[in-house]
C-alpha cells in the first residue's frame, strides 16, 4: 500500500515566499515541509550516500564546470522524481511555481534540484547563482533536512541584500523542514562551514532557453 506523504506549504506560506521575493529578493519560511515528508527526504538522502551515489560538487556550467574546493566543498545527487518523498517535493515546488508565475510574471518554466552533503568542515564561499541574464536560473531554494540542528553547530547559510554589500542581513539556521527562496541574479549567498554533517536540497526555477539549435534544459 502506498503511504501518503503530506506536502504541507500550503497558500499563506506560499504568499509570504511571494511577498519576500517581490519585496527584498528574498524569504525565509521555518516549517514549511511536514515533518514526514522531511523524515523520508532524511533517509533517502542518507540511503543514497551510504550506496556512494553523489558527487564532488563542481563551479561553473557547461564545459566550464571545474571542481574548486576552496570556493565549495560539498556532494550532490540531481533528484530524478525516482520516489514517493521526491515527488512529493516536487508537486509543492511546481504548486510555488504558478503561484511565483501569477504574482510575479517571471515566466518561470522549469525546476531542477540535488541532494547536497555538506561534510564536517565543509562549506560554500560566497556567491550568486546567475549573471546578467547568461543563466536560465531566476529564482533559487534552499530546503534542510537536519534534526535537532543548533546555531552551535554552524553550517547557517549567510544572506546579503545586494552583490557588493559589505554587511549580511541574516544567517539562516539549516533547520528540518525550513524553505528558504531568493532571486538568482541578486542574492548573494554563501554556506558557513558546519561543525556536523549537513543535509540539504538545493533547486532552481529556470527561464526556457531553448533554441533551434539547443535544448534547454540539458543534463
Not at 542518507?46 to 563551479?59: C, H, M, V, Y
Not at 531554494?141 to 557588493?164: H, K, Q
Amino acid at each position: 500500500m502506498l503511504v501518503q506523504l503530506p506536502l504541507d506549504g500550503g497558500d499563506d506560506r506560499r504568499g509570504r515566499i511571494v511577498g519576500g521575493l517581490s519585496t527584498v529578493g528574498y524569504a525565509v519560511e521555518p516549517v514549511y515541509f511536514s515533518p514526514v515528508l522531511v523524515r523520508a527526504l532524511q533517509r533517502e538522502i542518507k540511503l543514497r550516500d551510504r550506496r556512494n551515489e553523489f558527487q564532488e560538487a563542481s563551479i561553473g556550467r557547461n564545459a566550464l564546470q571545474q571542481q574548486n574546493d576552496w570556493v565549495r566543498r560539498d556532494r550532490t545527487r540531481w533528484l530524478d522524481a525516482s520516489s514517493l518523498a521526491q515527488c512529493r517535493l516536487l508537486e509543492e515546488f511546481e504548486s510555488l511555481r504558478l503561484l511565483i508565475n501569477r504574482e510575479l510574471f517571471l515566466g518561470l518554466f522549469d525546476f531542477e534540484s540535488h541532494f547536497a552533503v555538506y561534510d564536517p568542515g565543509a562549506f560554500y564561499k560566497r556567491h550568486l547563482d546567475a549573471f546578467n541574464g547568461d543563466n536560465p536560473r531566476l529564482v533559487s531554494v534552499v530546503v534542510y533536512l537536519n534534526s535537532a540542528w543548533s546555531p552551535a553547530d554552524g553550517g547557517c547559510l549567510r544572506i546579503w541584500p545586494e552583490r557588493d554589500a559589505r554587511r549580511a542581513v541574516l544567517d539562516v539556521v539549516p533547520r528540518a523542514g525550513t524553505l528558504v527562496c531568493f532571486l538568482s541574479e541578486r542574492i548573494p549567498h554563501e554556506v558557513l562551514a558546519a561543525n556536523r554533517e549537513r543535509f540539504s536540497i538545493a533547486g532552481w526555477f529556470r527561464r526556457n532557453t531553448t533554441t533551434s539549435l539547443c535544448l534547454d534544459p540539458p543534463r
